[in-house]
């Protein structure tokens, strides 16, 4: 039934990519939207590649490989803002092992992969899988969050 109603709802005749870094890509409308990209130690991660019907892959993969590369990086530039949401939602501080307490569930990769074009980046909250913390960068700088849940 899925497959039938991703073909049914379908916005565009854009057909579907397997790509060799990303996987099984289905266009979307302005961006192309990958389920379950593997890379490294993290798995089943949800990817927004902003490009267009056909657009160039390889610096969206440059990106992507850089912050699932360099993840420690980019949890030392947002772990303040998402500190300060899970403490309000769950009443307790994050752990000083971020992963202990959230897991990397997607990213999207910013317009022609540039860091400094807007991008964002979610994680599940292990102990209230409700709670979806999604963070919003903008010239390579946590800007915003929001809480799904």
């Known amino acids: 039934m899925k497959n039938f109603s991703k073909k049914l709802f379908k916005s565009n005749s854009v057909p579907d990519i397997d790509h060799p ?5 289905l266009y979307a409308g302005g ?5 379950e990209l593997t890379y490294g130690n993290y798995s089943n991660i949800s990817v927004s590649v902003n490009a267009h019907e056909n657009g160039l892959f390889e610096p969206h993969e440059n990106f992507t490989k850089n912050i699932l590369s360099n993840l420690d990086e980019t949890i030392k530039k947002l772990k303040l803002k ?3 949401q899970f403490e309000s939602f769950l009443q307790k501080p994050v ?3 971020f992963f202990d307490e959230f897991a990397l569930i997607g990213l999207s990769t910013p317009e022609n992969g540039d860091i400094n074009n ?7 909250c292990k102990s209230d899988q409700d709670h979806t913390f999604t963070v919003y960068f903008e010239n390579g700088v946590a800007s915003e969050i929001s809480v799904d849940g």
């Open 95 to 97: 752990p000083d092992n």
């Open 82 to 84: 998402i500190s300060e």
């Open 31 to 35: 961006y192309w939207e990958v389920e």
């Open 118 to 124: 807007g991008w964002d980046i979610s994680f599940e």
């Open 21 to 25: 870094f990303f996987g099984k890509m």
